[in-house]
C-alpha cells in the first residue's frame, strides 16, 4: 500500500513555472512506477508524464515535452514535476499516482494509487 500527498500546486501567471511534489510513504515506494495526470471539470483524467521504477524510464505527453520534467528520488520517496513555460490551458488538478506495472504505464488504468490532487491554475 503506498499514500500519496501531493503539493506545489498554486496560482501562477503564463509564461510561469511551478514544481509539484509527490510525498510517497508506505513500504516499496521503489518498485513502484509513478505518473502524474491531470484532469479538468467534465474531462476525462489525462496523462502528462510517468517515470519507471528505477528512473530510467520517462514518458511525457506531447504537450508535456520540452516544458515539464519529471523526477523521483528514491531516498525521500518524493517524485517532482517541474513545469516551465505554464499556459492556461496547463489548467487543472494534477495527481500523482503510483502503478505496480511496469508497462503501458501512460494509461490512468495501470494506476493503483493517487494522491488527492493540487490544483494548478495559469492566469492570463
Known amino acids: 500500500q503506498v499514500q500519496l500527498v501531493e503539493s506545489g500546486g498554486g496560482l501562477v501567471q503564463e509564461g510561469g513555472s511551478l514544481r509539484l511534489s509527490c510525498a510517497a510513504s508506505?513500504?516499496?515506494?521503489?518498485?513502484?512506477?509513478m505518473g502524474w495526470f491531470r484532469q479538468t471539470t467534465g474531462k476525462e483524467r489525462e496523462f502528462v508524464a510517468a517515470?519507471?521504477?528505477?528512473?530510467?524510464?520517462?514518458f511525457y505527453a506531447a504537450f508535456a515535452k520540452e516544458r515539464f520534467t519529471l523526477s523521483r528520488d528514491h531516498a525521500e520517496k518524493m517524485v517532482y514535476l517541474q513545469m516551465n513555460s505554464l499556459k492556461p490551458g496547463d489548467t487543472a488538478v494534477y495527481y500523482c499516482?503510483?502503478?505496480?506495472?511496469?508497462?503501458?504505464?501512460?494509461?490512468?488504468?495501470?494506476?493503483?494509487?493517487w494522491g488527492q490532487g493540487t490544483q494548478v491554475t495559469v492566469s492570463s
Open positions: 499516482a503510483a502503478s505496480e506495472h511496469y508497462y503501458d504505464i501512460t494509461y490512468y488504468g495501470r494506476y493503483n494509487f
Open positions: 508506505g513500504r516499496s515506494f521503489s518498485t513502484y512506477s
Open positions: 517515470i519507471s521504477w528505477s528512473g530510467g524510464t520517462i
